[in-house]
């Protein structure tokens, strides 16, 4: 069965150092998505991406967030500058976009220390 | 706006009873529902969903849940629980077409005690 990959599993980083997490997309699907986790509390909605630009995105998205798709099978988020509070689990997740269930990644879990 | 709430935070169940997790939404048009389960530690698995037509659907893992429009809910049920079942579930709700997101309940959290 296809599925969406995330690299890395987990990543520690200092704070204020920029961060890539990578997601590779089931192959046909369409539409992008990052999701967020933070310990203990609800899966939220960051950013979806279709036809290589930003459909909508949450007002957690600010500058310091950033997604692309550098080539025909990646999907990236980058947040310039970690924060304490950016420490969560990370969720890439693709659809078709027709009305079937989004797939998700095993995520990444980002430490900031 | 779209919302979801779980109202059970934690539910404790011994293992062999059966299981009903609660959901509502509120949402203005007709929803795709979703039901996802999460081991500790690990990501999100679709254990059943729930676009139109047959208001009880099957899931994998012996789950189904039921649709109910004029209590906006859907619950999620395991006649038999196995330890293995213990895990935290989250409940979505989103159109599902054109892109659009999901937007997630805050999640029960299954204890499965032998």
């Known amino acids: 069965e296809p599925e969406v990959t995330q690299t890395p599993s987990h990543q520690v980083t200092q704070m204020g150092q920029e961060v890539i997490l990578r997601c590779v997309p089931i192959s046909n699907h369409l539409y992008f998505y990052w999701y967020r986790q933070i310990l203990g509390q609800k899966v939220e909605f960051l950013v979806s991406?279709?036809?290589?630009?930003?459909?909508?995105k949450s007002e957690i998205f600010d500058d310091q967030f950033s997604v692309e798709r550098p080539d025909g099978s990646n999907f990236t988020l980058k947040i310039r500058s970690t924060k304490l509070e950016d420490s969560a689990m990370y969720f890439c997740a693709s659809t078709t976009g027709e009305g079937t269930e989004a797939f998700f990644g095993q995520g990444t879990r980002l430490t900031v220390v | 706006a779209q919302s979801v709430t779980q109202p059970d935070i934690h539910i404790t169940v011994s293992e062999g009873a059966s299981l009903e997790l609660r959901c509502n939404y509120s949402?203005?048009?007709?929803?795709?529902l979703f039901w996802y389960v999460q081991s500790p530690g690990q990501g999100l698995q679709l254990l059943l969903k729930y676009f139109s037509g047959d208001t009880l659907v099957q899931g994998i893992k012996g789950f189904e849940a039921e649709f109910k429009r004029s209590q906006s809910s859907f619950n999620l049920r395991k006649p038999s629980v196995h330890w293995s079942d213990a895990a935290e579930y989250f409940c979505?709700?989103?159109?599902?077409?054109?892109?659009?997101?999901?937007?997630f309940g805050a999640g029960t959290i299954l204890r499965v005690k032998s």
């Open positions: 979505a709700v989103g159109p599902m077409e054109y892109g659009n997101k999901l937007v």
């Open positions: 949402y203005g048009a007709t929803p795709y």
């Open positions: 991406f279709y036809n290589n630009e930003i459909s909508e």
